[in-house]
C-alpha cells in the first residue's frame, strides 16, 4: 500500500444527531490504483474503529493543497450511506460500508492526466486565497498580480492555475 498521510480531522457532527468525522488524505502517489485508493481508505477506517463515530467521510487527494479531491472520496456508514449516521451503531459498526462516493478517472486512466508541477501548485494556492479573501476582485486582476510576483505572464500564470483545477477533475 502506498504512504499517505491525515492531514485533516474535523469533528462535523454538529446538529446532525450523529457522531461524524470528516478527514482528509494525502496520498503522493500517481500513477496510483483504485484499488491502492480504496486500501488507504479502509486502513482510514481502521485506525478510527472503536472511537464512537457513526459515519466517517475519506477525502484521499493527491496534495493537501488541492481544493477539491484529486483521487476520491469515501463515506463509511450504516449502508455505505452518510446521511443515515444517525441509525448507525458507532460500538459495532454492524451493517457499515464503504461506499466510494466519488472515483476520479485517472485512477483507471492515468495517461489521460498530467500531474501539475510545485510551481502550478503554488500558483494555484495564491490564486485561491486571492479571490477567497476578495470576491469582489476579478480573476483577471488576480492573474496579473501573481504574474506580476512570479516574472511570468499572465497567460502562463492562467496556464499554471488551471493545470491544478484541470488535474484535480481528470
Same mark, same amino acid.
Given at each position: 500500500?502506498?504512504?499517505?498521510?491525515?492531514?485533516?480531522?474535523?469533528?462535523?457532527?454538529?446538529?446532525?444527531?450523529?457522531?461524524?468525522?470528516?478527514?482528509?488524505?494525502?496520498?503522493?502517489?500517481?500513477?496510483?490504483?483504485?484499488?491502492?485508493?480504496?486500501?488507504?481508505?479502509?486502513?482510514?477506517?481502521?485506525?478510527?474503529?472503536?472511537?464512537?463515530?457513526? /459515519?466517517?467521510?475519506?477525502?484521499? =487527494?493527491? !496534495?493537501?493543497? *488541492? &481544493?477539491?479531491?484529486?483521487?476520491?472520496?469515501? #463515506?463509511? $456508514?450504516?449502508?455505505?450511506?452518510?446521511?443515515?449516521?444517525?441509525?448507525?451503531?458507532?460500538?459495532?459498526?454492524?451493517?457499515?460500508?464503504?461506499?466510494?462516493?466519488?472515483?476520479?478517472?485517472?485512477?483507471?486512466?492515468?495517461?489521460?492526466?498530467?500531474?501539475?508541477?510545485?510551481?502550478?501548485?503554488?500558483?494555484? /494556492?495564491?490564486?485561491?486565497?486571492? =479571490?477567497? !479573501?476578495?470576491? *469582489? &476582485?476579478?480573476?483577471?486582476?488576480?492573474?496579473? #498580480?501573481? $504574474?506580476?510576483?512570479?516574472?511570468?505572464?499572465?497567460?502562463?500564470?492562467?496556464?499554471?492555475?488551471?493545470?491544478?483545477?484541470?488535474?484535480?477533475?481528470?
Amino acid at each position: 500500500m502506498p504512504a499517505y498521510e491525515i492531514f485533516e480531522r474535523r469533528d462535523v457532527s454538529a446538529g446532525s444527531g450523529a457522531r461524524r468525522l470528516a478527514l482528509r488524505a494525502e496520498l503522493r502517489t500517481f500513477p496510483v490504483s483504485e484499488q491502492q485508493v480504496t486500501a488507504v481508505a479502509s486502513q482510514v477506517v481502521e485506525r478510527h474503529r472503536g472511537q464512537g463515530w457513526q /459515519a466517517l467521510s475519506i477525502v484521499v =487527494t493527491y !496534495d493537501r493543497r *488541492e &481544493v477539491l479531491p484529486s483521487y476520491a472520496v469515501f #463515506e463509511w $456508514a450504516p449502508g455505505g450511506r452518510w446521511s443515515e449516521a444517525a441509525t448507525g451503531d458507532a460500538a459495532t459498526w454492524r451493517g457499515y460500508q464503504l461506499n466510494a462516493a466519488t472515483l476520479r478517472e485517472k485512477l483507471a486512466q492515468p495517461n489521460k492526466c498530467r500531474l501539475p508541477t510545485e510551481q502550478a501548485y503554488v500558483l494555484n /494556492a495564491e490564486f485561491n486565497q486571492a =479571490t477567497e !479573501d476578495n470576491v *469582489e &476582485v476579478s480573476e483577471e486582476a488576480v492573474l496579473s #498580480e501573481i $504574474a506580476k510576483r512570479h516574472k511570468i505572464s499572465t497567460a502562463r500564470a492562467e496556464e499554471l492555475v488551471v493545470a491544478v483545477e484541470d488535474w484535480t477533475m481528470c
